[in-house]
């Protein structure tokens, strides 16, 4: 969804290394989240926000932190990326409309640690 | 807690047969529930939501999805295979009693669509 944007598309990095990765939207959506893709494990949520002063951890959040700058910006850093945080990161957001909100996703940043 | 199950990590169909991918669920409430689809290289896109109401669910593309109680089952559905559909689904829910808890999702099924 071309309204969800992430940045960088690709980063290959190495052990030990501050990685950081952005997320903004221009949807107007009040909540954002953090996901990471493995193959056969599906989608893990790491870190999720229902507006600017709300920070929560989610499944997987060991080795991360996020930050929301502002309504439309999240971001996911990882302090000392390892090998095992080789995966594909999705950002999404989404809106209560009635009795639910749906998730809208941007196109996926795939990270590579050496 | 809730919690979701995609049974099968690959389905194969011939195009221009029916297609079923299979989800169940489990929430102590009723549930929300929802199908997304990953083309190669992109983001999950949204298919479809069941909230209340009718118990088949029409989205986009022309996927279905029917919702059984007894069966806690939403299960998604084709009439007529394209090539074009083989892409990775994925099931998601939330109680409704849940308040503000995220999503759960499925680990995906991988759907192939032969020509």
């Known amino acids: 969804d071309a309204d969800v944007t992430q940045t960088p598309r690709n980063r290959i990095t190495k052990t030990g290394k501050r990685i950081m990765l952005e997320c903004s939207q221009t949807?107007?959506?009040?909540?954002m989240y953090w996901y990471r893709q493995d193959p056969g494990l599906g989608l893990r949520l790491i870190y999720y926000s229902f507006d600017v002063k709300d920070i929560n951890k989610g499944e997987i959040s060991d080795g991360y932190s996020v930050s929301r700058q502002a309504q439309a910006k999240f971001s996911l850093s990882l302090e000392s990326a390892i090998p095992n945080q080789t995966a594909l990161y999705f950002c999404a957001t989404s809106a209560v409309v009635g009795r639910t909100d749906t998730q809208y996703f941007g196109p996926g940043t795939r990270l590579t640690v050496l | 807690a809730q919690s979701v199950a995609q049974p099968e990590d690959q389905v194969n169909v011939a195009e221009g047969n029916p297609l079923t991918v299979k989800c169940t669920y489990s929430v102590s409430g009723n549930p929300y529930l929802f199908w997304y689809v990953q083309y190669p290289n992109r983001g999950l896109q949204f298919l479809l939501k069941y909230i209340t109401g009718d118990n088949l669910v029409k989205g986009s593309y022309g996927f279905e999805a029917e919702f059984n109680k007894s069966q806690t089952s939403f299960h998604l559905k084709k009439p007529s295979a394209l090539v074009s559909d083989s892409a990775l689904y994925f099931c998601?829910?939330?109680?409704?009693?849940?308040?503000?808890?995220?999503?759960?999702f499925g680990k995906g099924t991988r759907l192939s669509v032969i020509a």
């Open positions: 949807k107007g959506h009040d909540r």
């Open positions: 998601a829910v939330r109680d409704s009693g849940s308040g503000n808890t995220p999503l759960v």
